[in-house]
């Protein structure tokens, strides 16, 4: 359903990308590891049109996104989750949420899919009316996701949920995402530093060096892998 | 009736009368609250104007008042040939695409540069605007005074009165303030400016047409103001001086309210008014004319005392 080849991208005069090439066939989790500045986030802004590639394609459903707006993306089926969740801090939770099916005209399922929200997160529901700022780390992370949800995506964009969450909040969160994927059949790309956990979780996975994909399998083929073993696992 | 004067005495009908001591008057205390929440009407629908485009581009606009006398001017020229109000709208129209215009064409490079070239650029503007003004319709001032829709006598209730003029102003500022909280609270496309003036990457993560957004705040901001210029062109001839001083007390205003708030804009202006009426009669002449010397003087010391405002956010900046 996507696929990148030989996309290149840069910051500027950084290069963040060096020739990424990979695949997410439909349904399932694909993982994608890597070290601090591997250029994970920035395969993701290249595919949801934030980080413009320099080279290569991205095709979702074999149309050519790479030159595509951000906007018209969504509206294509790809919703992104940023690193560090970027939700509308002075908006309330609700507002959120409707932003978040701002490329909707179906105003009556909005309001449905907006229940279906509270009920995969029910503590979002009890703080509808609340401000986002008011919301707790993880909680403001769930929102981060249902407010990606809300734009009905096939394809979700998912860059660290972990990042800065206790550990059982994590496991609650991620077991939450394996729900969603297998219930609205989302196909989902996982940027994730806790290999282990988003390994346990994915199908299939990318370990990208440099801008680069350094090496790529199934997710228990990798988690038996001696070198990523070494350098994510961390055992 | 209200007529047309000086500059400084904006509104006449206060500004004449001497000045006894609240206790020993205070039904012209009582007039000189009334006809400055009308004066800082005005000052507070500039600010919103100046607020609308601060919120959302971090943008301080120093061309806003010669934006607004330039369609003013034009206002002027349509209203010669066409009723009062017709010419008001189309006026508006006329300003919505030229803020749209001004955003994509001038602001768009310099909206995420260094914000002094975005200073730069409004200066630049703001004599561009001042010297075609001047070119097109001359030094001699114009007056509204035969278009004008707000005659007839003052409305009194005891000895307190309200002219047709002030109370024209009131409304229509009122309407405005209205119409701007219903768009932002109550439409999907207010909430998506919202967002945007919040941030910008979620917003176009979730689809939201982010450029659109900040063209459609220059051409609401634009729109707004020409509202405000029209209004003081009714009680001050019109001159290519004549909104600066407007804006300096708006921009008072918009500083006093907190440049982000536009709640704040209104309390600002309303405020602006009500102590620029009251020093003008009660301050002892002996002190000076106190009059614009006050704006700077509000801006002055709530940048060193609260410099976000009474409603701004602080001004730490979120990542
Ligand atoms: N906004 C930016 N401006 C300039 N360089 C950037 C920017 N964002 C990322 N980079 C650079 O691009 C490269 C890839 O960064 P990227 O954020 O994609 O890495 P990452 O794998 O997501 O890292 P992390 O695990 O720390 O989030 C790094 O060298 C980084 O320094
Ligand atoms: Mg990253």
Redesign the interface.
């Known amino acids: 359903m996507l696929s990148l080849r030989n996309v290149h991208a840069a910051y500027g005069s950084v290069l963040a990308l060096r020739g990424i090439s990979l695949e997410a066939p439909e349904g399932g989790i694909i993982s994608v590891l890597g070290a601090n500045g591997a250029g994970k986030s920035s395969t993701l802004r290249a595919i949801s049109g934030l980080l413009r590639p320099s080279e290569g394609t991205i095709e979702f459903d074999g149309k050519p996104i790479d030159k595509m707006r951000p906007e018209k993306i969504v509206q294509m089926g790809i919703s992104h989750v940023p690193e560090g969740r970027q939700i509308f801090t002075e908006l309330t939770v609700m507002e959120n949420l409707r932003l978040g099916a701002y490329t909707r005209r179906d105003g009556d399922a909005v309001k449905r899919d907006i229940d279906r929200i509270f009920s995969y997160f029910p503590v979002l529901g009890e703080r509808a009316k609340q401000q986002a700022l008011l919301l707790s780390g993880g909680e403001q992370q769930m929102l981060a996701i249902g407010r990606a949800l809300m734009a009905k995506p096939r394809l979700l964009l998912l860059d660290e949920p972990s990042l800065g969450l206790a550990p059982i909040l994590v496991r609650e969160i991620f077991s939450i995402i394996k729900t969603i994927s297998e219930e609205e059949k989302l196909t989902i790309l996982l940027v994730e530093q806790d290999a282990s956990l988003a390994l346990s979780i994915a199908d299939y996975g990318y370990v990208l060096e440099s801008g680069t994909v350094v090496l790529e399998d199934t997710a228990e083929q990798l988690r038996g892998n001696e070198s990523v073993r070494r350098s994510y696992l961390g055992y | 009736m209200d007529s047309i004067v000086s500059l400084t005495g904006l509104w006449p009908d206060t500004a004449v009368m001497l000045a006894a001591p609240p206790w020993e008057d205070p039904s012209l205390f009582a007039q000189l609250i009334i006809s400055g929440i009308a004066s800082g009407s005005l000052f507070a629908i500039l600010a919103l104007a100046i607020v609308l485009i601060y919120r959302s581009t971090n943008i301080l606009n120093f061309a806003q008042g010669e934006m607004a006398m330039f369609t003013t001017f034009m206002a002027w020229t349509f209203m010669t040939r066409m009723d009062f109000w017709p010419a008001f709208f189309v006026a508006l129209l006329v300003a919505a695409a030229m803020g749209g215009a001004l955003e994509r064409l001038v602001l768009r490079p310099v909206e995420d540069g260094p914000p002094l070239n975005s200073v730069i650029v409004t200066l630049g503007l703001f004599t561009i605007f001042n010297g075609l003004a001047l070119w097109i319709w001359g030094p001699l001032p114009k007056g509204f005074g035969p278009f004008s829709v707000f005659k007839g006598s003052a409305i009194c209730a005891s000895d307190v009165c309200i002219g047709r003029l002030s109370l024209g102003t009131l409304i229509v500022a009122l309407i405005v303030m209205l119409a701007l909280y219903l768009l932002f609270q109550r439409t999907?496309l207010g909430?998506?400016m919202?967002?945007t003036a919040?941030?910008r990457?979620?917003?176009?993560?979730?689809?939201?047409?982010?450029n659109n957004m900040l063209t459609l705040g220059w051409a609401l901001s634009a729109t707004v103001g020409a509202v405000a210029g029209v209004l003081v062109a009714q009680s001050v001839s019109l001159t290519t001086g004549t909104l600066f001083v407007i804006l300096l007390y708006a921009f008072a205003a918009a500083v006093l309210g907190g440049l982000d708030s536009s709640i704040g804009a209104v309390v600002g202006g309303l405020s602006i008014g009500v102590l620029k009426n009251l020093s003008a009669v009660y301050v002892p002449p002996e002190v000076g004319s106190v009059d614009v010397a006050m704006a700077f003087l509000v801006i002055v010391l709530v940048l060193m005392v609260r410099p976000a405002g009474l409603f701004g956010r602080p001004a730490a900046r979120?990542?």
Not at chain 2, 201 to 210: D, E, H, R
Request: proline share 5%; glycine share 10%.
């Open positions: 999907g909430l998506a919202r967002a919040q941030n990457l979620a917003s176009q993560l979730v689809g939201i047409p982010v979120r990542v």
